[in-house]
């Protein structure tokens, strides 16, 4: 730990104590939780975030929807320059709701998307806007316990595990790693492989689980580049090129090793978690794209280029010297699982849900 990591700690105590009390009131019901009459599935994190909740959110919504259940995802909406209830539809953009709900909303059309501080009051207004919603998905919930999930899906990385952390400013994590006995499961993300040469044995013992908790692994399986204008193309054809790779995530190292593993020439340009770029910024990175020998493209995260397309849009309608579409592609990811851990998954979801609707 750090000299300044010393100085914070006191702070961090502090923040821990604070945290600690108001779980315990919860707990002992001095503080209640809501609770509402369809199946909500919860997914969090002890941590600030970069344990991978988009991918995950999306993998359990086509799984609810494949299983012919129409479900609604209800997420804050970090980053977004809105307050209170925001119900997406055709003409919303990221700013309205956020990069992460914007690209829920423009990969799953059966699925409803709404945004709200106060989840009660969000779930509330679903029912109150839409038709139909037989379940809720929470994205990043864990700490919102003025609502009660029926299911929690807690989400920590391989790669920064909550056993390794300390409680802010110090380190990442929102509660003392006790918080994990609310979770129903455990998923540790972004694992480098999913077969048998994990070590999970060891692996388990770190995370703690209670008994009634699973606990499953899974990695990050990537795509195709999807250009702006929907092409899609395989790394493995464009190893030739130079890229210039830009993102604003919590931990961009994995996206940064995946494509220098495939380009023949690649640079980066971080930003922080949830940036609003602005037209001067991507006028840079315009700048050094040109610098770069042909063959050459631009590639982001999925996140980055949904927060950023309409701006584009915006800029190219002003005769500003960007770069056409053609050349500006995103890397969409998803969820690389072991096929047996998969199945139990998909089982102990379905399951969960198909017992809460019973109750309806």
Not at 245 to 250: L, T
Not at 307 to 313: A, G, T, V
Request: hydrophobic letters at 40%; one cysteine or more; charged letters at 25%.
């Amino acid at each position: 730990m750090s000299f300044f990591k010393y100085i914070l700690f006191p702070f961090a105590l502090i923040y821990q104590a604070i945290t600690s009390v108001r779980n315990i009131f919860y707990s002992l019901g001095i503080f209640r939780s809501k609770s509402f009459g369809v199946p909500v599935i919860g997914i969090g994190n002890l941590s600030t975030g970069g344990t991978g909740k988009t991918p995950m959110s999306e993998y359990v919504l086509q799984l609810l929807l494949d299983a012919g259940y129409k479900p609604a995802l209800l997420s804050r909406g970090y980053g977004r320059k809105t307050k209170g209830f925001v119900l997406a539809n055709s003409i919303i953009t990221a700013e309205q709701i956020g990069d992460e709900p914007y690209q829920i909303y423009r990969k799953f059309a059966e699925v409803v998307v709404a945004v709200c501080e106060d989840r009660v009051n969000g779930i509330k207004n679903i029912f109150l806007n839409t038709k139909g919603v037989n379940i809720i998905v929470l994205d990043d919930c864990f700490q919102h316990r003025k609502l009660k999930a029926d299911y929690y899906i807690l989400l920590t990385d391989y790669n920064h595990p909550y056993y390794e952390d300390h409680m802010l400013p110090v380190g990442n994590l929102r509660e003392n790693i006790s918080g994990r006995k609310r979770a129903n499961m455990i998923v540790m993300t972004k694992c480098p492989y999913v077969n048998t040469e994990l070590p999970r044995a060891h692996l388990i013992n770190a995370l703690k689980p209670f008994p009634y908790q699973s606990v499953f692994f899974t990695g990050l399986k990537y795509f195709p580049i999807v250009s702006a204008l929907n092409e899609k193309i395989s790394l493995s054809d464009i190893s030739s090129y130079a890229i210039l790779g830009f993102s604003g995530i919590a931990n961009p190292q994995p996206f940064i090793n995946y494509i220098k593993s495939n380009a023949y020439q690649y640079h980066h340009l971080s930003f922080s978690d949830h940036h609003d770029y602005s037209e001067k910024e991507l006028e840079n990175i315009f700048i050094e794209f040109e610098k770069l020998p042909e063959p050459k493209l631009i590639l982001t995260t999925e996140k980055d280029w949904r927060r950023i397309e309409d701006l584009i849009d915006f800029m190219r309608v002003k005769n500003k010297n960007i770069p056409h579409k053609k050349h500006i592609y995103f890397l969409p990811v998803g969820m690389k699982w072991d096929a047996m851990e998969k199945r139990s998954f998909d089982l102990k979801i379905l399951d969960n849900v198909r017992k809460n609707s019973r109750k309806l």
